[in-house]
């Protein structure tokens, strides 16, 4: 058998282990050359109102429920009216088979909007009001955390991520247990520090700031890279510098870095096909409840950003087939999605000085 020359990531096939979910991901850059002939999605609209009545997230609109907003002139924070968990529901039955088993699920979720207007993003928000969307964060975190194991905030953003209000908001879920992610970064971190003797994501932080071929963005506390093991096409980790196991560990220099640095990363992703760009995002932290008095060390305060888009506004990547029977598979690699991020503008294109005719 002839053999096939030296390996380059860019060309070969091959896998990446990722730590974090004790799991692999299979790379096939050759395969971007294809030819795209599956669902083009439509680009989300530019004209979304600034206030509209009808708008349930909007000042002074009314929900679902019947309740009026207030006039907010920040953030706003309110229960959500079809919460996935409730606080009081029952216990249910131990099963009578170890293949039928349930537990309980207990837990509240909370909707943030970010800003009164509609027609606003985070990355075109000021620093000043991204401050006070990380300061909302901050405490919503100690607030729920002081009575649940796990209090999980999420951005969905764009109708194509279900986001189903044109408004810059989150949600807050805190749950009465561990859910499946929180479990599985639990174990593989505390065993990467039994092994290791350093926390997982530091040691990976120290190594990307070094390495720097995947690296997007930085400043003196934070670092935005296209992790080695990245499943979704544009997928971005941030990470702090130094060891931090949760939000409201968080320094208030390290709350305007944040800022500041989720801002750049904002404005390269809508940069990147000049539209809106839809992704989820979430925080990760230790957890808290009854976890606050053990040692969790082992933890390291992390977001991730998953994005679906591949190639323009239009077509997007579909965890389908293989991916959803065998494992993760992606076109592009980490470093090229990592380089096209680094090198876009941190400019806004819709805040760009209009060329002259």
């Not at 970064?185 to 039994?194: D, H, K, N, V």
């Amino acid at each position: 058998m002839e053999a096939a020359g030296p390996f380059r990531a860019s060309e070969h096939q091959h896998a990446r282990y990722n730590p974090l979910r004790a799991d692999w991901v299979l790379v096939s850059a050759h395969r971007v050359k294809r030819p795209w002939q599956g669902q083009v999605e439509k680009p989300p609209p530019e004209d979304v109102p600034r206030w509209d009545p009808s708008n349930p997230l909007c000042p002074g609109a009314r929900r679902a429920n019947g309740q009026v907003n207030p006039p907010y002139e920040s953030t706003f924070v309110f229960p959500n009216d079809f919460p996935a968990l409730q606080p009081d529901a029952p216990e249910p039955g131990g099963g009578d088979h170890p293949l039928f088993r349930a537990a309980a699920a207990r837990g509240v979720c909370k909707v943030m909007c970010f800003h009164p207007w509609s027609d606003l993003t985070l990355p075109l928000m000021s620093l000043a009001e991204i401050r006070a969307v990380v300061d909302k964060w901050v405490e919503l975190a100690v607030e729920l955390g002081a009575a649940y194991p796990w209090v999980q905030i999420f951005e969905n953003k764009g109708a194509m991520m279900g986001c189903s209000n044109p408004h810059p908001h989150c949600q807050i879920w805190a749950s009465s247990f561990l859910p499946n992610e929180a479990q599985l970064e639990e174990r593989t971190q505390r065993e990467y520090l039994g092994q290791h003797g350093v926390p997982m994501l530091l040691e990976y932080a120290e190594q990307e700031a070094c390495r720097k071929e995947r690296l997007v963005v930085e400043n003196a506390d934070w670092l935005v890279v296209v992790p080695y093991w990245a499943t979704w096409p544009f997928q971005t980790l941030l990470l702090p510098r130094r060891h931090v196991c949760r939000l409201q560990d968080l320094r208030e220099g390290e709350r305007d870095s944040l800022a500041s640095i989720m801002q750049r990363l904002l404005i390269k992703y809508d940069n990147l096909f000049e539209v809106s760009f839809p992704y989820s995002m979430g925080w990760h932290g230790a957890p808290t409840g009854p976890h606050l008095e053990e040692d969790c060390g082992h933890w390291q305060l992390h977001a991730h950003y998953y994005p679906p888009l591949l190639r323009s506004a239009t077509v997007r990547k579909f965890m389908v087939g293989y991916e959803m029977l065998a494992q993760a598979q992606r076109d592009l690699t980490p470093e090229q999605a990592a380089e096209r991020l680094r090198n876009l503008p941190e400019v806004h294109y819709k805040q760009r000085p209009k060329e002259a005719s």
